[in-house]
């Protein structure tokens, strides 16, 4: 797909339907909301970032010299294990400070204030990823036929 449509496209839309997703979730998230309700916006946010990440990284891959491919792949896996540290440490933050785990009423509120800042956070990497540049088209000179 990243052939197809470019990087910037794919992480664009895909960090747009997990910040869709996980604001959806926190949305309807309660005590009493069954699970059948929070398919749907998890396999969006599910799809969302497995459309993302293999084209983020695809982009930075192939901003790199070969002989540079190994460097930059393991900068960009650290950067991702930072940035989810990070992110995981903000959550429990305002998790902590939204709500609690004494009671499904207050857990809930917690969660909901966790899964709107989640959902924040991704709608601010596909605002990111529009300054990713255009993937050029490439046209291909048709093989000379042998007559």
Known sequence: ????????????????????????????????VPYSALIAPLVLAGVGVSMAMPAAQNAVLSAVAVSEMGKASGIFNMGRFLGGMFGIAALVAIFVANGAADSSG?????????????????FAGAVAGLFLPMRRQVIAAAAPQDA
Request: proline letters at 2%; hydrophobic letters at 55%; a neutral charge.
């Open 1 to 32: 797909m990243v052939n197809r449509f470019g990087e910037r496209t794919l992480v664009v839309t895909g960090l747009l339907m997990q910040a869709i997703g996980l604001g959806w979730i926190s949305e309807i998230v309660s005590p009493s």
């Open 106 to 122: 207050h857990f809930s509120s917690g969660f909901a204030a966790a899964m709107s800042l989640a959902a924040t956070l991704s």
